[in-house]
């Protein structure tokens, strides 16, 4: 199995401010049974499934479900001052990779004190960051409000009831997004309303710390966002800028967004695009040039080279050759870790066109696509994307590239088969020097 697509664990212990989840044992038998037992826990269940005997059979399944290969992680919410056995909170894989089913119960004795979303907060984050999910499913009976309000604020859409049961989902909605958080190795937490996707180690990458939002900020709720935005990066030095990103349901957010362009944010909008197997158009090779991966000090001069000269206008070469430096680090930490490669076409010695292709959990993901100014409009990219996309559509089922909504390649994409599935927008300020 490939490795964007191998089998991934949690790593146990989860520790919060408060609390801690672990596996649990036999000997948390007698305090699981009593904490079930509580009248008020009880309310929304049939007698039986609170019983002793029923609440047994519950904790030994959880026990069994930790033997390998792992589909469930049941864990014990426990008091980090005491140890204090509160409740349970579990993750179950699903049919669909990626998936996952959501469930969580806590102690009446615990109630009212935040814990239950701290404890949702600390499994979903780990279920996104370390088990590589990308949609959490959960069901409550329709009549549990307490239930129905806690899904809400751990960020859970509700679908219609069915047969007495609320059903409830909760994904990244952003494609383009979860890529590029996914290939950077950032971190994703839950706050109210939003994401907060950490980028460790690359303070000044503003698409990698940045609140990711489950809609649109409104045009005039600039000043709330920045006091969220700072309040969550409050911990992470070096951080400087401020960026937003949402899913774009509708054009015209440029001219929505004038208060905020006026105070110094740029707005941008990018394209989505989906590659399959069934709709791939692939492109022969010219016999005369070389496509392979970059290998050595000299290929990777050359590509700082030709990304440097086909920048976007308004990034200084010093700068950007910069931010260069750390893009090469990572591509060659994933190549290392048999994730990928940024590939060339060369003619000879000569790099003419560059493109990285890197394996993520259910899916690949295009970076860096660029063209030699002097070559250009001579089928290179073409070529290069449909040999990367052959490559890919090998190991994995999903090829994603995301573009600028005004990017000039993007029929080149759609004539390979390249399909649109979302467009993504975003806000980002950064200090003027």
């Known amino acids: 199995m490939p490795s964007g697509e191998g089998r991934r664990m949690l790593s146990l212990p989860l520790i919060s401010e408060r609390l801690l989840l672990r596996d649990f044992h036999e000997e948390d038998l007698p305090v699981y049974q009593a904490l079930r037992a509580s009248p008020a826990f009880g309310r929304h269940y049939q007698p039986d499934e609170v019983s002793p005997f029923f609440s047994a059979l519950l904790l030994r399944r959880f026990i069994e479900q930790q033997a390998e290969p792992r589909r469930a992680w049941q864990l014990a919410i426990a008091l980090r001052a005491n140890g204090e056995l509160i409740g349970s909170v579990g993750l179950r894989s699903g049919a669909a990779p990626g998936a996952a089913s959501f469930g969580l119960e806590l102690a009446e004795a615990a109630w009212g004190q935040g814990l239950a979303l701290e404890a949702g907060r600390l499994l979903l984050d780990a279920g996104f ?19 129905r309000r806690l899904a809400a604020r751990l960020g859970f859409a509700e679908g219609p009831a069915r047969e007495g049961r609320s059903t409830l989902a909760l994904s990244l909605a952003m ?101 399959n197997e069934a709709e791939l158009r692939p492109v022969p090779a010219s016999a005369w040039l070389a496509i392979r991966p970059l290998a050595g000090e000299g290929d990777w001069r050359q590509w700082r080279q030709l990304m440097a000269d086909t920048r976007a206008p308004g990034h200084e070469e010093a700068d950007y050759r910069a931010y260069l430096q750390g893009r090469e680090r990572r591509f060659l930490a994933l190549e290392a870790a048999g994730q990928g490669h940024v590939w060339g076409v060369f003619d000879g010695h000569a790099l003419l066109c560059g493109a990285g292709l890197f394996l993520l959990p259910g899916m690949a993901r295009f970076q860096h696509v660029a063209t030699a100014p002097h070559v250009r409009r001579l089928g290179l990219a073409s070529q290069l994307l449909s040999h990367l996309a052959q490559w890919g559509l090998q190991r994995t089922s999903r090829l994603v590239i995301v573009a600028d909504a005004h990017y000039h390649a993007l029929d080149l994409y759609r004539k390979l088969g390249f399909v649109e599935a979302g467009r993504e927008a975003s806000l980002c300020w950064w200090p003027k020097d």
Not at 238 to 251: M, S
Not at 265 to 273: D, K, M, Q, T
């Open 175 to 275: 494609l383009g997004a979860q890529s590029d958080w996914r290939l950077e190795g950032g971190v994703l937490s839950r706050l109210d309303g939003c994401w907060r996707v950490l980028t460790p180690g690359l303070p000044d990458y503003y698409c990698g710390n940045a609140l990711l939002l489950d809609q649109a900020p409104a045009a005039q709720a600039r000043a709330g966002w920045e006091r969220c935005f700072d309040a969550a990066f409050a911990d992470a030095a070096g951080i400087r800028h401020r960026t937003l990103l949402w899913p774009l349901a509708e054009n015209g957010g440029a001219a929505r967004y004038g208060e905020w362009t006026a105070a110094g944010y740029r707005y941008e909008e990018s394209v989505v695009l989906l590659l």
């Open 129 to 147: 960051n370390q088990l590589g999910l990308h949609r959490i499913e959960a069901d409550t009976a329709e009549g549990n409000l307490a239930a």
